[in-house]
């Protein structure tokens, strides 16, 4: 039985199908302040349940968990709910965790890399509040324009979604990197996949801005966020851009 122990990592880090009940469960959820809450405590329990964790992991469970990431890569592009997306890209990104710890036999540390891609995302939960508080809807196509009618907004919606995607500079960029990188040599197909996931991540965070903020802006007009609101937001980003660069060395 302890040999599988494991499995009820799969529904904090998720794997496919038990995947299915955290999104059940983010989706059902619509106050901002408790998905941001979620987004940081769900996968938690998961590491824990690895950290314990006395037998080693098959390494077929690297290429399961690569397809799930995939999986949800590719349902992030094809919505267009800003809420909903971020709750795929989470999937994706923390079923990562069982490509690093079996990887590394269980020495690699999973809460940077659980922290790089949950924080930007727990962020952006707050910001599908604030376009929901004034529209109704995170939907993109349905909400557009926002950069003509609220560029403060807007502007803390991009480097917060490049944050998201792992953009250079942030969190994300220097986990996904360094999961790359120790992988080339020993799992060259794990790899690419993970440079073709980080691609579809990309793809799909450009789209949604893309929809987002180009084009007219709508004839009902809400106010932008306040520059107090904004300079927190602000503070925030600069707190990711510090951690990124202080745990990738450069600050060292």
Known sequence: MKSYIWVFAALFLPLFPLSMVFNAVYQRISMPFLRFILLIIWPLPGIWILQKLSAPLPEWLMYFALATALLYAFRAVAVKEVGMWNGFLATSAWSLCWI?????????????????FSLPLALMSLLVGEIVHRYESAYAGIVSGLAQSQPRLSGVIIIVMMAAIASPLFPGFFSMLQIITSL???????????????????????????ELLVGPALPIQYRDISRARAMA????????????????GVLL
Do not use: C
Request: charged share 5%.
């Open 100 to 116: 690093i710890f079996i990887a590394s036999n269980g020495d690699e540390e999973l809460s940077f890399h659980i922290l790089a």
């Open 184 to 210: 080339v040599m020993t799992y060259p197909v794990l790899a690419a996949g993970l440079l073709l996931l980080w691609l579809i991540w990309s793809w799909s965070g450009i789209r949604l801005i893309q």
């Open 233 to 248: 937001y602000g503070v925030l980003i600069v707190l990711l851009l510090f951690s990124g660069l202080f745990l990738s």
